[in-house]
Structures are given as structure tokens and as C-alpha cells.
């Protein structure tokens, strides 16, 4: 996915993410059906709209989505331990027969879409039936993270949905939990050191704390029962 070229998340060193380039920040829900299974993303109101902005990633904020400062007095530890080779070197690959799938476990978010109908991993075996093949590539692009990317066999090319740049803040009501910074649209993410993370279509960040694969989420919120509006 072509990224932005004025958007940028500039992870700060034991502080918040520093956004700039005026990219656009909404409410996304998860949005589950009867069964409790992720089924579709519901965006809601939007945030005021600027330039650039703070936003919490120690998970203490009394602002939050933003920053008030309160890293600093909890002695937040944002020590970045994630990855920093491409997600193609990542990744295992599950061979179909229509199409592939890619699979980053690392990078898990926790959003659940892979598991309805029985599960990405299965369906990759069945894609040459139609309706499993709609399915499966519909629930993976709905993955936030990017840890799952469907393949066209025939083509070698990502069926990846193109979003537009923008950052979601996740709210997971089945769960009962606040969910992760979801940047999309190829927004680059820089660390506090001046590396450049690979720039993807989909990326979630954590903002709980406790993520063991900082910057990015591995779906901690979940445990440690994360709630913004505490």
C-alpha cells in the first residue's frame, strides 16, 4: 500500500506517540454477532480534527485516547522489543488451492475476525469453493494487525483491501476491553531511535502498557482487562 507521505507516528522514548501529518482519528468497534464471533467494524464518532496530536501508550492517561503526562510519573518502560525484519521474514505461508495465507503470529491483536466459519487456517484448504474463498478473504483483511494477508496463487499478489489513512481507536465490547491504535492506510511508524518500521496497509500499536512486542499490540489488553474509559 503507497503511504502517506505526510503522515507519521513517531514513537517517543518511554512516552506517548507523536502523530503528525493531520491524520484523521475515529472510534472502530468490533462488532460480534450472536455467537460472540467478530463479524464487522463499525466506525464511530470521529476526534476533533489536527495537525498533530499525543496519544497515550503507557495506558495510564486520564485523557486518553491522548496524552496528559502521566507516563512520566508511573515510570512507564515503552522499551521497544518488537521485530524489525520485513513481515514477509515473519510470516508463515499456508498453501490453497485458489489462494495463500500468511500468518505473523507475533503480531496477533486478539480481534477475532479469523475464527468465524472455521477459522482462516482451515479455509485456506477450501479456497476453491467460492463462498469459503468471499469469507476468507473478507475476514482476513478485516484483521487489524496485518497478521494475517490472503494471496492470490494464480497472481502472487496481497488481496489486500486498501484503507484510507487514518488511525481507529479499537473498542471491544464482546470482550469488555479497550482495544489497540489501529493505523491504516501505510502510515510509517518511526522509533524513538530513528528506525523506520516496515510500512503496512494495517498496523495496531498498543496503548495498554503491557504489550511484550512494543510498539505493536499482541492483543495484552485482553488480560489485563484495558478499558479507556476507567
Known amino acids: 500500500m503507497g ?10 522514548k518511554d512516552g506517548p506517540y507523536l502523530v503528525s501529518g493531520a491524520v484523521p482519528l475515529a472510534t ?11 463479524e464487522a467494524w463499525k466506525e464511530g464518532d470521529a476526534f476533533p480534527a489536527k495537525a498533530s496530536y499525543a496519544l497515550c501508550r503507557c495506558g495510564h ?32 505461508v499456508m498453501q490453497g488451492p485458489v489462494h495463500s495465507l500468511s500468518d505473523a503470529e507475533t503480531l496477533c491483536a486478539f480481534a477475532r475476525f479469523c475464527d468465524p466459519n472455521g477459522q482462516v487456517w ?28 490472503a494471496w492470490d496463487r494464480a497472481t502472487g499478489k ?9 488511525i481507529g481507536v479499537v473498542q471491544d465490547p464482546a470482550q469488555q476491553v479497550s482495544g489497540p491504535l489501529w493505523l491504516r492506510g501505510g502510515i510509517p511508524v518511526v ?5 523506520t518500521y ?19 499490540c499482541d492483543g495484552s489488553h485482553a488480560s489485563v482487562k484495558f478499558q479507556d474509559w476507567t
Open 122 to 149: 482451515n479455509q485456506v484448504e477450501e479456497t476453491d469453493d467460492a463462498k469459503v474463498a468471499r469469507d476468507f478473504v473478507r475476514q482476513v483483511n478485516a484483521c487489524p494487525s496485518g497478521r494475517l494477508v
Open 198 to 216: 516496515e510500512v503496512r496497509n494495517r498496523v495496531t500499536l498498543c496503548r495498554c502498557g503491557a504489550s511484550k512486542n512494543k510498539p505493536f
Open 28 to 38: 472502530q468497534t468490533i462488532f460480534a454477532g450472536s455467537g460472540g464471533e467478530s
Open 61 to 92: 492517561s486520564k485523557n486518553k485516547p491522548f496524552c496528559d503526562g502521566t507516563h512520566s510519573k508511573v515510570g512507564f518502560d515503552g522499551t521497544e522489543t518488537a521485530s524489525r525484519k520485513p513481515y514477509a521474514e515473519q510470516a508463515q
Open 191 to 195: 522509533a524513538a531511535d530513528g528506525f
Open 158 to 166: 496481497p488481496l489486500e483491501q486498501p484503507l484510507p489513512v487514518s
Open 3 to 12: 503511504e502517506s507521505k505526510a503522515a507519521k507516528v513517531l514513537v517517543s
